[in-house]
């Protein structure tokens, strides 16, 4: 079966830097998102890797091994607002997106 | 209208009732979805359209079904409700089948409690 791991639940403290990682096993691959979705919203779209290497946007980064089935995604200088769940998906041999439960990060002062 | 439009926001509902909730979109994007969110499930996919006039079966469709007569509306409809459709839904539509890097752009949601 198609399956994407990533932890339920992560701490870290304002200004600090955070990881969280996805590990993926699924029917093709066809290129990795992240997203976030803060509390009672829709996920909104963060970044996109297909290609194995780390791909920068300003405080997030999201890195990819195709060969390890591994993504992260990188927040730095933490602040208040990155409080929110952080959800990986894969896009399949057939261009369908499996997702992940959601990583939920809180962020303390 | 600017992106994706659901409604309604949130319903409650009485078993056995039928329901229809609404999906519109602008961005004349091909593709659109029907997702199911629980706590600590993640994001499930009910049905979904590649273009108008297709539909398929994704990976919980058993008591909804949809349909797509034109690019924009994409309505999910339970038939006869029960409690544990009670979920957040959402719709989410993508460019080319979903093949591009942009990813989907997701609806607010509906909140529906079925009791």
Redesign the interface.
Known sequence: GQN?DQP?EMTATEGAIVQINCTYQTSGF??L?W?QQHAG?????LS?N?LDGLEEKGRFSSFLSRSKGYSYLLLKELQMKDSASY?C?V?DKD???I????TKLIIKP | IAGITQAPTSQILAAGRRMTLRCTQDMRHNAMYWYRQDLGLGLRLIHYSNTAGTTGKGEVPDGYSVSRANTDDFPLTLASAVPSQTSVYFCASSDYSGQGASGYTFGSGTRLTVV
């Open positions: 994407i339920t066809n290129g998102f997203y919203e829709a996920p909104t779209f996109y297909v959800l998906a896009r261009y369908q997106l997702w992940g439960a959601g």
